[in-house]
């Protein structure tokens, strides 16, 4: 299993389309679920910056990942144009397997 984690700080006036966004049952969990070998994702928010959240989306391997990006490329480049406006930071901190 490989987990994708990103970093993002909401748009204070788009904080609730946000969460609806990138909650395990938003957009991009429903993108992603199209594709063999999405398990599940995650949306974390800071305790001490409730603008700041971190996502996980996790699959059954980096392949399968690869393959939904491959598959649904217009899709999801058009979902992330959409979801630009509702942040003021994105960052992909990494890919992580349990060694």
Known sequence: ?????WEFIAREDKVPEFERH???????AQLFQKNRGFLGTELLRDTENTRRYVTIDRWDSFEA???MRARF???YEEL???CELLTELERRIGAFEVP
């Open 1 to 5: 299993m490989v987990q994708f984690v």
């Open 22 to 28: 990138y909650s395990n049952t938003g957009a991009w």
């Open 65 to 67: 990942h690869v393959a």
């Open 73 to 75: 490329a217009k899709e």
């Open 80 to 82: 992330d144009r959409r």
